[in-house]
């Protein structure tokens, strides 16, 4: 009896194989756009990675939402898609970012694509306003029409002409927000030197003419630094120098080294300390622990600035619906104990023991998960600072142990 069970067991899981979870079909994606055809629908595909915190964001909150599940088994044969086994497919449909919401025709033509993570209410709206034609596109370009002196509307349109392969277009409007934006948006400029340049490199990969333009621009940049101009153009310049680098690459990223190397020569500190975030992880790579130390003068002031910016971002995002996606809060947070472990780092490598000592205090009272504690004992323990390790590995022990008494009163 047990093993004709199994035998059923067998058989029926071979003929009626188990369907995705939720919505989802278990079908390939040429046999979803024939069922598409018979059923009169659309083809939804959430392009995703096993890797994007979104995506699985995405699959906790809006997939399993009730409204989400109805309107798509209504309007939609929908299917989960890794976009880095499906690689062909990934690039039939230019999918550069993750998670990706497809909406496609039987015979394969797209209809809009939705990019990002997008909670249950969001989704809906965003997904029926692509079912009447109100498409991403058409609602980035009106936007655009009605103030087109908005850097960050001009950028959105930008971004959308990229998604659909109008290169040229789309540089010419990313340009305009680069070297206009701050005109009409002096708020502007925090997006202009960090995810403008970054968009308008990611478009270089594909259409030279955009790395070329950021070259031009960098060499404007450095040419203002050579000159000897004002304190503030030089900040500025520097910040536009080192970004654009960044953008451009490793070679790009070797020519902020070497320009860091320079200025250190010609002793000139300030701009020295203003460059050294950009460099860092290179001179941590080449065990430069003094050079770093030197340069930053005032590490816990450095380290201080950057908990009170991410800080500054959780205030900003109090009590707002619309607000930063909670992924984007967490990444910062991330990247600010990143960037005290490698603060950390440089002491330690520096033989500046009591310095360390102080900045893994500080790091602590911002974030004392026990994955922050192990990063920096192991640290310590890389350095042979013993004492510390121990030292650190004991406020670990207590700080759990208080943590489990306060879950349990």
Sequence with gaps: MKYLI????????FVFPVMAEGPFRELDFDKACLVAKEEKKLVLVDFFTTWCGPCKKLDAVTWKDKDVIEWLEKNTVALKIDAEKEVDL??????SAYPTIALIRPDGTEVDQLV???EPKAFLTS?????????TFARAEEEFTKDNNNPKARAKYARELTRIGKYEEALTHYLWCYDKGTEYDKGYSSIRSSFLVSEIGILGRKYKPAMDALIERRSIAEKKLLNDESETESVLAILEFTVINRA????GIEKNLAFYDVLKERKQRKLEAYILDSVLTE????????????????????????IYGYKGLVLFNKGKQDGI????????????????????????????LEQAKKL??????????????????????????????????????????????????
């Design 90 to 95: 990934a690039k039939r449909y230019r999918i």
């Design 325 to 352: 996606p909670e992924d984007v809060l967490n990444s910062s947070k991330k990247s600010t104990i990143t960037y005290g472990e490698q603060y950390f780092t440089a002491l330690l490598g520096a033989g500046e």
């Design 127 to 135: 997904a029926n306003d692509s079912l009447i034609g109100k498409t």
């Design 283 to 306: 001179l941590l790579k080449a065990k430069r622990y003094k050079d770093i130390v030197e340069s930053a003068a005032d590490i816990s002031n450095r380290v201080e600035k950057r």
């Design 248 to 251: 451009l690459g490793k070679a």
């Design 360 to 409: 893994a205090q500080q790091i602590i009272s911002f974030d004392s998960s026990p994955e922050t504690f192990s990063s920096l004992v192991k640290k310590a323990e890389e350095f042979s600072a013993k004492d510390l390790a121990k030292e650190l590995s004991e406020q670990s022990s207590k700080n759990t142990v208080v943590e489990k008494k306060t879950d349990t009163q």
């Design 6 to 13: 199994l035998t059923l067991f067998f058989l029926i899981s």
């Design 116 to 118: 990002g993570y997008l």
